[in-house]
């Protein structure tokens, strides 16, 4: 009896099911408690089209808007209802102008595996001319490196000895402005300064006067052997 029972229990339920599956689509879900059914409430309205009497814009109108008057909404009226849009086909592709403008296009964005391979090629190659253009200077640069360690020592040597000679001077010109005056000088004084232009155009006076001497004796003639 109870299996009488539990077998009509059952039929109820398919019966509901059914009865439910045919006016709604039915999810099922399992939980703890068993299977659940969950039925969907989304009714989409179906897409109806006025086939007998389309809006057909007419683009000799002014109030009719300027987007439906373009290319893209002739396709689409076209894709919609086909000829009774009186739209014609041929219009709907791309001129000559506009198909190689697109080509062209497609062929900078999208290349073709021949043209990506070519391009991959040439920066190799671009990437590895740089490679040994600069593997080259530094050798060159690694060449010149023990000159230019020389040179650089020589002009060391040079500064450092110039220091030497500038702070040797300032020490005599110190020295003979206290030997003058009596007492020492600030280096940044007036006086100082002045003594020190004395002594340059002494020193100038000397110079010349020496080289005059000298070339005298280069150009004195010689004394006639006997």
Not at 70 to 98: A, C, H, M, N, Q
Request: a positive charge; charged letters at 35%; glycine letters at 4%.
């Amino acid at each position: 009896m109870a299996a009488s029972s539990l077998g009509r229990r059952t039929a109820m339920l398919f019966g509901i099911v059914k009865t439910f599956s045919l006016q709604r689509p039915v999810l099922p879900i399992i939980s703890r408690c068993g299977s659940l059914f969950q039925i969907a409430t989304y009714n989409p309205k179906p897409l109806r089209l006025n086939i007998k009497d389309p809006y057909i814009p007419n683009k000799e109108k002014e109030d009719t808007p300027h987007w439906q008057k373009t290319d893209k909404f002739d396709r689409k009226l076209f894709g919609r209802y086909g000829s009774i849009s009186g739209v014609d086909p041929v219009k709907l592709w791309p001129s000559p102008e506009k198909l190689e403008k697109l080509i062209a296009e497609e062929q900078e964005w999208q290349p073709t595996l021949e043209v990506m391979l070519q391009n991959i090629a040439a920066k190799e190659m671009e990437r590895e001319k740089k490679v040994k253009a600069r593997e080259k200077l530094i050798a060159t640069n690694m060449a010149k490196m023990p000159k230019m360690i020389e040179d650089w020592r020589r002009e060391t040597r040079a500064l450092k000895m110039k220091k030497r000679e500038e702070k040797a001077r300032k020490e005599r010109l110190v020295a003979e402005a206290r030997e003058r005056f009596g007492y020492a000088l600030d280096p940044r004084s007036p006086k100082f300064q002045e003594m020190v232009q004395e002594i340059e155009k002494e020193e100038k006076k000397k110079k010349k006067l020496l080289k005059s001497r000298m070339k005298q004796g280069d150009t004195a003639p010689a004394a006639p052997r006997t």
